[in-house]
């Protein structure tokens, strides 16, 4: 059964850190497209961070470029994404997802395709 689980969440202060880790079972993460998502509450969700191992790609939004650095451990078969310098407005559930190797960064941040979610992990930035 192919799983991702998300880790890592919590409450920091504005300017802190986080790293959010996401364990794959089932399947092994190398040969797939990575990315991080989220959702604050009221809003839709949104493509934070997407990496394409195969030819290097990566796609961030604009709104964490910068400040976010998405990564993987293929040994692990865990992707990660790490937050610096963490602003109130990121305060969301994080998700993550795999897909094809087949479907471009763009794409895939771009929420394009379907993917089926799971709980996800809270991060809340708040002084």
């Known amino acids: 059964q192919l799983q991702l689980v998300e880790s890592g969440g919590g409450l920091v202060q504005p300017g802190g850190s986080l790293r959010l880790a996401c364990a794959a079972s089932?399947?092994?993460?190398?040969?797939?497209?990575i990315g991080w998502f989220r959702q604050a509450p009221g809003k839709e969700r949104e493509g934070v961070a997407c990496s394409k191992s195969s030819d290097g790609s990566t796609y961030y939004a604009d709104s964490v470029k910068g400040r976010f650095t998405i990564s993987r451990d293929n040994a692990k078969n865990t992707m990660y994404l790490q937050m610096n310098s963490l602003q109130v407005e990121d305060t969301a559930v994080y998700y993550c997802a795999a897909d094809s190797i087949l479907v471009s960064v763009q794409a895939m941040c771009a929420l394009s395709r379907k993917y089926d979610w799971g709980q996800g992990t809270q991060v809340t930035v708040s002084s």
């Open positions: 089932g399947f092994a993460l190398d040969y797939y497209v």
